[in-house]
C-alpha cells in the first residue's frame, strides 16, 4: 500500500475502538488541559485580586515591566504554536522530515521564549529590586509566569523526545543508548545555546560600544560556544545520519497531536497572562 493511500485509510481524530469515538491518548490530554485551566484560572485570579488592592507603597508596575521584550517572546510563542501545527500537519501526511524540521524550529522558539523569560527574572531582581518576598506583586508575578515557563520547559523537552524519536528505526539492537545520546547532546546544544545567546545580550548592554561588546563576549564565551558548535555538529552529521527505514510514520500522528494540544495550551494560557498582568497596566 502506497504512503497516500495508507495515510487516507488512518483516521487521525476517531478512533472506533473506544466508547467516545475520541482516541485514549488525545481525551487523557484533554482532561489533563481541563484540570490545568483550572490551576492557571486560579493564579491569574489570585493576581487580578491583588492588583485591583494593592498594598500602600508597593512596587509600580509600570516602572517595572518591560512591555517591549515581553511583546517580542510574545510574538516568538505565537509563531511556536504556527510550527507546531505544521508539525502534525506533515506527520499526518507521512512527510517525517517535514515534521522533524517544524518540531526542531518549534523547540527553537521555545527556548529564545525561555531566554527572554530568564533575563526578564534577572533584570526584575537585581535592576528594579523586585523579589518573591519584598512585595505582593513579585510573589503573584513571579508564582504565575514562573509556573507558565515550567510548563513550556518541560513542552520543550517533550518536543526533544519526540524529535529524537522520530529517528527510531526498525532494527537497531543499540536503539537505547543511541537515542539516549542524542537527547543528551539535543538539549545540551539547546541549553548552550541558551547560554551563549544571554552571554551575548548582557556583553552588548554592559559595554559602551558594539566592539567592545562583541569582544568581550567572545573572551567570555568561547568555551560555551566550541561546546555548542561541537554538540550541533553531532546533531547534524552524526545522529541525523539516515540508519534505515524508521517506526516513526502517520501510524504515530496521534501522539504529535496530543503533544500539539498541550503546546498550543501553553500558547493560549500566555496569551491571557500578557493581557492581564502586562497590558491591563497600561490601560
Not at 505565537?78 to 506527520?91: P, R
Not at 523547540?107 to 528594579?128: A, D, R, S, T
Not at 558594539?210 to 573572551?219: E, K
Request: hydrophobic share 50%; glycine share 6%.
Amino acid at each position: 500500500m502506497s504512503s497516500h493511500s495508507a495515510s487516507a485509510a488512518i483516521d487521525h481524530h476517531h478512533d472506533p475502538s473506544t466508547s467516545t469515538g475520541i482516541p485514549n491518548k488525545k481525551l487523557l490530554m484533554w482532561t489533563f488541559l481541563a484540570s490545568d485551566c483550572m490551576f492557571f484560572g486560579a493564579l491569574i485570579s489570585t493576581h487580578l485580586i491583588y492588583r485591583l488592592h494593592p498594598p500602600a507603597g508597593g512596587l509600580e508596575p509600570k516602572i517595572v515591566f518591560s512591555p517591549e521584550l515581553t511583546s517580542f517572546s510574545t510574538f516568538i510563542l505565537l509563531m511556536s504554536s504556527l510550527m507546531m501545527a505544521l508539525a502534525v500537519t506533515a506527520i499526518q501526511k507521512g512527510n517525517v522530515k517535514s515534521c522533524r524540521w517544524s518540531l526542531l524550529t518549534t523547540i527553537f522558539f521555545g527556548m529564545i521564549f525561555l531566554g527572554c523569560q530568564v533575563y526578564e527574572f534577572n533584570h526584575f531582581v537585581f535592576e528594579k529590586k523586585m523579589t518573591l518576598s519584598n512585595s505582593i506583586l513579585g510573589t503573584t508575578f513571579y508564582t504565575l509566569t514562573g509556573t507558565h515557563g515550567c510548563h513550556v520547559a518541560i513542552g520543550v523537552l517533550w518536543l526533544a523526545l519526540m524529535y529524537v524519536r522520530s529517528f527510531k528505526v526498525s532494527v537497531e539492537k543499540s536503539w537505547f543508548s543511541h537515542q539516549l545520546l542524542h537527547t543528551v547532546t539535543l538539549l545540551g546544544a539547546l541549553l548552550l545555546s541558551l547560554k551563549v545567546t544571554l552571554g551575548l545580550v548582557h556583553a552588548l548592554q554592559t559595554e559602551p560600544s558594539i566592539g567592545a561588546g562583541f569582544g568581550h563576549f567572545f573572551a567570555a564565551e568561547f568555551i560555551f560556544i566550541a561546546l555548542a558548535l561541537v554538540a550541533y555538529g553531532l546533531l547534524a552529521f552524526f545522529f541525523a545520519r539516515p540508519r534505515g527505514p524508521v517506526q516513526f510514520t502517520e501510524v504515530n500522528a496521534i501522539d504529535v497531536e496530543s503533544m500539539g494540544l498541550y503546546w498550543h495550551f501553553v500558547d493560549i494560557v500566555w496569551i491571557v497572562i500578557f493581557t492581564a498582568v502586562y497590558l491591563l497596566e497600561y490601560l
